[in-house]
């Protein structure tokens, strides 16, 4: 009877891990499979120091897709993450009030042929600078 019931379980076992094979893989995979580009930055001013209240902003065709603020916690590094799909426009705002809002642009259009495993990484500092009243930062 023992083995009757240790039979079952296992074929149960096998049947339940075919159905989800069969099925493929899951949106998530797909959507994950999509990902080329992580990028990761720090804002800094004065030329060396980290900053707080950081507010980092992504964008895709003017739409916020994301939105991070780094803020003085202790565990914190101040660095932020954001890993970008393939053939897409962003836009990465940071801004601090008192700072000139800093703006990058990244384009993930990539010709057919590469790779996407693994996934690209590039680091970056960003630095803000005071606003100055009064005077046109540009």
């Given at each position: 009877m023992k083995s009757f019931i240790v039979t079952k379980?296992?074929?149960?076992?096998i049947f339940i891990s075919s159905v989800s094979f069969v099925n493929g893989p899951s949106k998530k995979d797909s959507i994950e499979s999509n990902e080329c580009l992580k990028v990761v930055g720090i804002a800094i001013a004065d030329g060396k120091e980290?900053?707080?209240?950081?507010?980092v902003r992504l964008l895709e065709k003017n739409e916020e897709m994301?939105?991070?603020?780094?803020?003085?916690v202790p565990y914190h590094d101040h660095s932020f993450s954001l890993t970008l799909e393939v053939?897409?426009?962003?836009?990465?705002?940071v801004s601090?009030?008192?700072y000139v809002k800093r703006l990058i642009v990244i384009s993930t259009y990539l010709p057919s042929n590469i790779n996407?495993?693994?996934?690209f990484e590039y680091s970056f500092q960003v630095e803000l600078?005071?606003?100055?009243?009064?005077?046109?930062?540009y």
């Open positions: 379980l296992l074929l149960g076992i980290n900053i707080d209240s950081v507010e994301e939105w991070i603020e780094i803020t003085n053939n897409k426009y962003y836009t990465i705002e601090k009030p008192g996407l495993k693994p996934i600078f005071k606003e100055k009243k009064g005077k046109d930062d």
